[in-house]
C-alpha cells in the first residue's frame, strides 16, 4: 500500500541513497518556499513535487478481498484504489558552482531509470529495505534544462518528468471507519 504522497518520499528516499548522486545534495518534497522554511536549504538541491494526481475511482469503491482474523473469520472488507501521478524532478545549482547541473541530471536519470517500467523495471524500496511493489508502474519522461536566467540568473536547473502509478489498500470492519492498511 503506497500513497502518492509516500512514493514522492520512496522516490527521494532512493536518490538519497544512491552513490550518483553527491552526498551534499539537498531534497524538498514540494514546491521549496525559499523566502521561509527553505531558506537555509542549499544548492544542490533535487526537488520533487507531484504536479497532478488522479484515482481510478474517487470513491475508494473497488472490492478487493475479506479481512480475517487469526481464525480464519471474515471481520472486515478490503478495497484497492489506484492513482496516477505526474512527478516532477528539478535539480537546482548555483552558476559557477563545481557542479554541473547536466552531469546532475543525466546521473538522476540513470539512478532512476533502474526502476523504469520500460527498462530493468527494479522495485522501489523504503528506508527500511521493504520492497514497495505497490509503486506498480514507474515511467521517466522528458529531461531537460530549464534554466530561469531572468528570474535566477545564477541558478541552473533540470527537469526530468515522470509518470508514477500505484495503489493503496484500505480496510473496514462492521464497527470501525475505513482505515489505512499497513502491512503490504
Known sequence: MVQSR??????GDTLRRSQKMPEDMSYVLR???????DAAVSVPVTILQDTDTTRDDPANSNFNGYLTNDA???????????????????????A???VDVDTLGQQLHEVLYAYDTRGPDKTFVDED???????????????????NLDQTPT?????????????????TTSTEPPVRNVTQ
Request: net charge negative.
Open 96 to 98: 559557477g558552482s563545481d
Open 72 to 94: 480464519g473469520e471474515e471481520v472486515g472488507k478490503i478495497y484497492e484504489t489506484h492513482w496516477e501521478m505526474s512527478l516532477q524532478i528539478d535539480i537546482w545549482t548555483a
Open 6 to 11: 509516500e512514493a514522492l518520499k520512496i522516490i
Open 155 to 171: 541558478i541552473w536547473r533540470w527537469r526530468q518528468q515522470a509518470r508514477v502509478r500505484g495503489a493503496e489498500l484500505l480496510t
Open 129 to 147: 529495505g521493504e520492497k514497495r511493489e505497490m509503486i506498480y508502474d514507474f515511467t521517466l519522461q522528458d529531461g531537460s534544462r530549464d534554466d
Open 31 to 37: 514546491e521549496p518556499d525559499v523566502e521561509g522554511q
